[in-house]
């Protein structure tokens, strides 16, 4: 029982990752309406930024909040350059083009930071927290700004007349445009939000993994991942969606003879899918019914 | 929206539909082709008969994910899955069977088929991202399956397999390079006949009905569970026969040749050459094959940037790939015509 309650609690602490990534996902998924496969790399190439600006002398709090800003504003850009001008093609000729972003991104932070791994510096401390060896302060951090992350988008989505905009631009893009809602830059204003919160979540899961241009790659896919089981359409969702992954990865690897951890990837998907099997709208998303 | 449910308006689907006329080439258009495929190699050196040949091998598999996405309008990152089992399945009936090569091809087709119809039937319920998602934790899979410890004896483990390459049958005098491209050329003709057939028949159109409407598809009475999971039967079994055709061809199959990179190259292919458009499949092949060496060629550091500044440039000029060129050519005949 001990054994059981340990992995669970180790799984609550890597599925914090995962909330935090799937939060981003899910975050751009309402914007958009699609996946986007460099978010990953995005999020790796703003934690870059931040340590350089530590690198130059300013303090953590300092590179945090310029980073963040950073990352803001790049979103918007990249929205506006790269993916504006393909608002009316495929939607697979865009998934293309987060293909390519991704290899843009990935190969340049390689060649400006080179592939040695980094030291990453934590705000909360590593020491055991609250005497227990499998959780640290940093990861108990972790889940709380994911937490406080998550509150703050409830409410910026719920009760601001902007969040209520990009609502119901992503929801009914005609009927909002004919309301006067601008939703051409709700979609930009969607990318860099989401920028921003995965900025922050490759700074907080960076001391973790550490620090190197491929850091994101399985990060990204249990983002995903978390954020399909919780229901794509949920933020709330997306992070119960992290922890469960992170609990049914470990609990895999503990329990079942012969999962090594090659194998624990395959068989968290595996559950996944016979989750999205029985709701195929994910845990908590919407059910979308189709008009004919 | 209050309410728990989110209504959908009609024409939101992912995929765009291309009627079945615009899927092919014209005859005349087809045969310049195929003569060029036929002479061509006489005439250059073994390396660029090999890679005719794997163009061709790629090419095929780009047209099973076409027929599979472009068809019936189900997405799928699993390609590289059915590719490995094709080539598996291929190499240990060569090596530990010693059967011939040439008879691998159809069981490795028919051992694909079951294994795609059998996935089709779980991902029937599931589409879109979520379906991409199903696809995609099969191709994560793969890799690891080929290495577990009980399959060893026949898969070889991490090291893969060895395949003999096969000598030109009939003391025909040609290079065993050059053999094995007019084999696979063969087999690519035969699958691509196929193919176009399969499109402009019952099957095809019910494929196209449930791509561009499944709700209407099933009021006019075609059965979408049945044409989801055999559009995934015959798109794997393609593929297979691609794999087993790239397992011959490499002279070696491996768990780590056929990962998530891989299902990615294909479904970039498949963009490229235009979604829903057979002969694009190759000039999508092409794409996936000759443009990451050239990135590497202008920059080695930067590869990755270079290949990804390519791949945006082609998709800004021509967001529907090849088939938009195709189009474009040929209204420029027909005014040409006229004058």
């Known amino acids: ?292 | 929206m209050s309410a728990a449910e989110e209504v959908v308006a009609e024409g939101h689907q992912a995929v765009e539909a291309v009627p079945k006329r615009a899927m092919t080439l014209g005859t005349g258009t087809s045969l310049v082709v195929l003569a060029a495929l036929l002479i061509v190699p006489l005439f250059v050196k073994n390396f660029i008969i090999f890679q005719m040949t794997m163009l061709l091998i790629y090419g095929l598999a780009v047209l099973a994910l076409n027929i599979l996405t472009g068809g019936s309008g189900q997405f799928s990152l699993g390609q590289s899955a059915f590719y490995a089992v094709g080539a598996y399945t291929s190499a240990v009936l060569m090596e530990h069977a010693n059967i011939n090569y040439a008879l691998t091809i159809p069981v490795s087709a028919v051992v694909c088929f079951g294994f795609g119809y059998l996935f089709g039937k779980p991902a029937l319920r599931l589409s879109g991202v979520y379906l991409a998602l199903a696809t995609f934790a099969l191709a994560t899979a793969m890799p690891q399956l080929l290495k577990l410890n009980f399959l060893e004896h026949w898969t070889g483990g991490v090291q893969g397999l060895v395949v003999t390459k096969p000598d030109a049958p009939f003391g025909l005098p040609m290079s065993q390079d050059m053999w094995l491209y007019y084999f696979t050329l063969i087999v690519t003709l035969a699958i691509y006949i196929f193919s176009v057939n399969l499109l402009r028949s019952r099957s095809g159109r019910a494929f196209m009905a449930i791509r561009d409407n499944e709700i209407a598809a099933s009021s006019m009475g075609v059965n979408v569970a049945l044409y989801k999971t055999l559009a995934f039967g015959v798109s794997a079994a393609i593929t297979g026969v691609a794999g087993s055709l790239g397992a011959i061809a490499v002279q070696f199959v491996a768990p780590d040749s056929y990962t998530i990179t891989l299902a990615i190259s294909l479904f970039l292919g498949m963009v490229v050459g235009g979604v829903g458009w057979l002969p694009g499949s190759f000039v999508g092949a092409a794409f996936i094959i000759f443009v990451p060496n050239m990135a590497e060629s202008i920059s080695k550091g930067l590869s990755g940037a270079v290949f990804g500044v390519l791949l945006f440039l082609v998709i800004y000029l021509v967001p529907h790939g090849a088939r938009q060129i195709a189009i474009m050519g040929q209204q420029l005949a027909g005014r040409l015509k006229k004058n």
């Open chain 1, 1 to 292: 029982m001990e054994l059981f309650t340990n992995q669970v609690l180790a799984g609550i602490a890597t599925g914090a990752i995962y909330a935090c990534m799937a939060l981003a996902v899910v975050m751009i998924y309402q914007a958009i309406d699609h996946l986007n496969f460099a978010q990953g790399e995005m999020a790796m190439f703003s934690t870059f930024i931040s340590w350089q600006l530590m690198q130059w002398g300013l303090s953590y709090w300092a590179a945090f909040v310029v980073t963040l800003a950073f990352s803001f504003v790049a979103g918007i850009a990249i929205e506006r350059i790269l993916f504006k001008p393909l608002a009316k093609a495929p939607v697979l000729t865009n998934v293309a083009g987060f293909i390519a972003l991704f290899a843009i991104i990935n190969s340049s932070a390689g060649l400006i930071w080179d592939f040695t791994i980094k030291q990453y510096p934590t705000p909360f401390g590593s020491a055991p927290f609250l005497g227990s060896q499998l959780i640290s302060t940093h990861q108990a951090g972790m889940i709380g700004v994911t937490v406080l992350l998550l509150l703050g988008l409830y409410f910026f989505f719920q009760y601001t007349r902007i969040g209520l905009a990009m609502r119901a631009a992503a929801s009914v893009p005609e009927s909002a445009r004919l309301v006067g809602i601008n939703t051409s830059w709700m979609i930009a204003l969607g990318w860099g939000m989401a920028t921003a919160i995965g900025s922050i979540a490759g700074m907080l899961i960076a001391p973790v993994v550490f620090l190197e241009p491929n850091m994101m790659g399985g990060v990204l896919i249990y983002g995903f991942a978390a954020a399909v089981l919780g229901g794509l359409t949920s933020p709330f969702g997306a992070v119960v969606g992290g922890f469960l992954v992170g609990i049914f990865e470990n609990l895999a690897g503990t329990y079942i003879p012969g999962v090594g951890n090659e194998l624990k990837l395959p068989i968290a998907l595996a559950l996944i899918i016979s989750v999205l099997v029985v709701k195929p709208a994910g845990l908590f998303g919407r059910h979308i019914v189709k008009r004919v």
